[in-house]
């Protein structure tokens, strides 16, 4: 069974902080991806990576950095949290392959309060 | 630039009967396209989708249906349940995307069941 998982479901910050947040997948993908999800607004993709320690940014990577040491675990740093931060974060991951546009695979999320 | 647009927040239906929900795109490179389903506190899960070349796909009491000479697609649901309340994505790749699996997501409907 595919599993993605991120290391918190909660938490709660305090404006200037850097935080982490870590996403890990077993299904040897290649691509991994972090989202953020705000009423009305979707999910806006902040950035994503295709291989090991590559990273492309998305449509809202500012304030944002990511890092990908290992094929299996991509993480979300945001240097100094700020109130406009706080967010549903989802991570996802897709295989590679001669299907266009696969299906992305998604972690619970982690719901981000920056006070 | 909003590429894929959901432009009903909400829809609220009686059990039993058929839910329509509706997706609206704008760039004409987009070849592939998915339903994804989320609920509270959950990562969204991948519901159904089609490819360019198709104008319908079922699957069980899912069927999506594509045209592409007016960048609409919607996705039927027959009959609903309650369980079927949730928040409903709809999303979209083009080729151009290098098999990075990079998907563009609409803003979501929240469908309510009512039993």
């Known amino acids: 069974d595919v599993k993605v998982t991120q290391s918190s479901r909660y938490l709660v910050k305090r404006t200037g902080e850097k935080v982490f947040l870590e996403c890990v997948q077993d299904m040897d993908h290649e691509n991994m991806f972090w989202y953020r999800q705000d009423p009305g607004l979707g999910l806006r993709l902040i950035y994503f990576?295709?291989?090991?320690?590559?990273?492309e940014k998305g449509d809202i990577p500012e304030g944002y950095s990511v890092s990908r040491e290992k094929k299996e675990r991509f993480s979300l740093i945001l240097e100094s949290a700020s109130t406009n931060q706080t967010s549903m974060y989802l991570c996802a991951s897709t295989a590679t392959s001669g299907i266009t546009g696969g299906e992305q695979f998604f972690g619970p999320g982690t719901r981000l309060t920056v006070l | 630039d909003q590429q894929v647009k959901q432009n009903s927040p909400s829809l609220s239906v009686q059990e039993g009967r058929i839910s329509i929900l509706n997706c609206d795109y704008t760039n004409s490179m987009f070849d592939y396209f998915l339903w994804y389903k989320k609920y509270p506190a959950e990562g969204p899960t991948f519901l159904i989708s089609i490819s360019s070349i198709k104008d319908k796909n079922e699957d069980g009491r899912f069927t999506v249906f594509l045209n592409k000479s007016a960048k609409h697609l919607s996705l039927h649901i027959v009959p609903s349940q309650p369980g079927d309340s949730a928040v409903y994505f709809c999303a979209a790749s083009a080729d151009g995307s290098g098999n990075t699996g990079k998907l563009i997501f609409g803003q979501g409907t929240t469908l309510q069941v009512k039993p």
């Open positions: 990576s295709y291989d090991v320690k590559m990273k």
